[in-house]
């Protein structure tokens, strides 16, 4: 499979504790983005890395949220101190810069995440 | 930053027959139109995007077009089927090179009737 692939799938954590996510992109793709998508919302930008350099954060990723993508390919996700709030699906994508051009963001499938 | 809103959040239409769904955005630097399907517990899948140098294009029965005049950019899915049941989101992304995030509409459910 040459998709966008995450883990884990599901998650659930208690109030207080601290979850990780890991995304691994489409192997030639250099942008790698973050999203979170609540119950019938679309999903919402929160950050995005070229290569290994976060280049934009949205005003959404409070200072709880860290990702890193430390070599360039995989990346991850960690949110400290989790709340009842944070629960959504975190959703990854990848796609592949072109100079001048805008490319096409492939998804994987998401990790659901329930804070009880 | 941009606003983008999608209508209808709920569309039933006949198997065979047309769907039609339609987005207005606020930013006029936007320039990169994709529509993305989403099943029920999987990530969106892109099914065809627009740039604002076109003003329309076609995929076999799926069709995007885009009036930028008007800030507005509609999907049409002709002869629906089954399987086109989902939800459809739209986005837009504004800045240069692609570097921002996409900015999503709300979703629409389409729902094929037999």
């Known amino acids: 499979d040459t998709g966008v692939s995450q883990d884990p799938r599901h998650k659930i954590t208690k109030r207080g504790q601290n979850v990780t996510f890991r995304c691994d992109p489409i192997s030639e793709h250099n942008r790698l983005y973050w999203y979170r998508q609540t119950l019938g919302q679309g999903p919402e930008f929160l950050t995005y890395?070229?290569?290994?350099?976060?280049?934009?954060k949205s005003r959404l990723l409070s200072d709880r949220f860290s990702a890193e993508r430390p070599k360039g390919s995989f990346s991850t996700l960690e949110i400290q101190r989790t709340e009842q709030g944070d629960s959504a699906m975190y959703l990854c994508?990848?796609?592949?810069?072109?100079?001048?051009?805008?490319?096409?963001?492939?998804f994987g499938p998401g990790t659901r995440l329930t804070v009880l | 930053g941009e606003n983008v809103e999608q209508h209808p959040s709920t569309l039933s239409v006949q198997e065979g027959d047309s769907a039609v769904i339609k987005c207005t955005y606020s930013d006029s630097a936007s320039n990169y139109f994709p529509w993305y399907k989403q099943e029920l517990g999987k990530g969106p899948q892109l099914i065809i995007d627009i740039r604002s140098n076109v003003g329309e294009k076609k995929d076999q029965r799926i069709a995007v077009t885009l009036n930028k005049t008007a800030k507005h950019f509609s999907l049409h899915i002709t002869e629906t089927q089954p399987e086109d049941s989902a939800v459809y989101f739209c986005?837009?992304?504004?800045?240069?090179?692609?570097?921002?995030?996409?900015?999503f509409g709300k979703g629409t459910h389409l729902i094929i009737q037999p």
């Open positions: 890395f070229q290569n290994e350099a976060q280049l934009e």
């Open positions: 994508a990848s796609s592949q810069a072109l100079r001048g051009a805008y490319n096409e963001q492939f």
């Open positions: 986005a837009a992304i504004s800045g240069g090179g692609g570097a921002d995030g996409l900015t």
